[in-house]
């Protein structure tokens, strides 16, 4: 078997998706696509994330449940034995298998994975926890097909710096965004350990430009996109600058974050306790 060939143990239920070269992948709001000028800051913004857990995966067999346009599973692939990348879109699907091929792409629920038990070292879940409906019932697959000592790799926009002062998310494709305490507090009822929990921030690069756009570099593209028309050239060229190392993930001051980045372990099973009688 080669090194990314999936064995029967991991093999998904269903057929994978048939590479389609023609397939493309439309700009929606719903996903980041890399290569766009104008998306880049959050491109490199979520590809950060990746760099950052990607020695999680080193010879793993992982799964990236919402894989989206696939260059977080073909990262991730670098390193891993192996990747599977599951979406529920059949265009999403068709792109990301004709794009990426040492990606094995499946189509599929997340709330109904379609994988056997314990039969994956890492489940990655990079900015799509915030876009479901059953965030227990995700985890809770999640935990069903990790071996014992297995990881859950989880980002997610931090609700407090994404959303302020709303009582429901900016982004309408969000269902339900998480501060620090209740990403933790959904993965430990989950049953997972939470073995890091850490903040993505703005590096100098970044804060300088906050500084040079009245204090948010942020704001600033989100008003070209509220109200259309072309971008100022010089923004646009500061937003396709942006560099993944232009990013800090720390554990400190992590409800400021941007980004939420969860580290999360379901425990090794426990060895069975021989009995006195026992030879």
């Known amino acids: 078997m080669s090194a990314t060939e999936p064995s029967e143990a991991v093999r998904p239920a269903v057929c994978p998706a048939e590479p389609t070269p023609e397939a493309t992948l439309a700009l929606t709001g719903e996903r980041t696509v890399p290569g766009i000028p104008e998306e880049n ?10 760099l950052r857990l990607v020695d999680r995966c080193v010879g793993a067999r992982v799964l990236e449940a919402g894989c989206g346009e696939g260059y977080g599973a073909a990262l991730l692939a670098r390193a891993a034995r192996l990747v599977v990348g599951l979406d529920y879109d059949a265009v999403t699907a068709a792109h990301v298998a004709a794009r990426y091929p040492q990606v094995h792409v499946v189509r599929g629920n997340l709330v109904h994975l379609p994988l056997p038990d314990g039969a994956l070292d890492v489940v990655a879940n990079l900015q799509v ?65 939470v073995r890091e929990l850490l903040g993505l921030h703005h590096g100098s690069a970044l804060r300088e430009l906050d500084a040079r756009y009245d204090g948010s570099l942020i704001e600033a593209q989100v008003e070209v996109v509220l109200h259309g028309g072309d971008w100022p050239e010089p923004l646009r060229a500061d937003v396709a600058g942006v560099r993944a190392a232009d990013f800090e993930i720390h554990a400190e001051r992590v409800d400021e974050s941007l980004d939420l980045i969860a580290v999360a372990q379901r425990p090794a099973e426990r060895p069975t306790e021989r009995s006195p009688e026992a030879p």
Do not use: K, M
């Open 41 to 50: 800051y959050w491109f490199r913004r979520h590809q950060a994330a990746y």
């Open 129 to 193: 926890i915030e876009h479901l409906w059953d965030q227990p019932g995700f985890l809770a697959e999640c935990f069903r097909v990790l071996r014992p000592g297995g990881l859950l790799l989880v980002s997610t926009p931090n609700r407090i710096t994404f959303s302020p002062g709303r009582d429901t998310p900016l982004n309408p494709f969000h269902t339900r965004e998480l501060a620090a305490a209740e990403l933790a507090e959904l993965l430990i009822d989950a049953g997972f350990a």
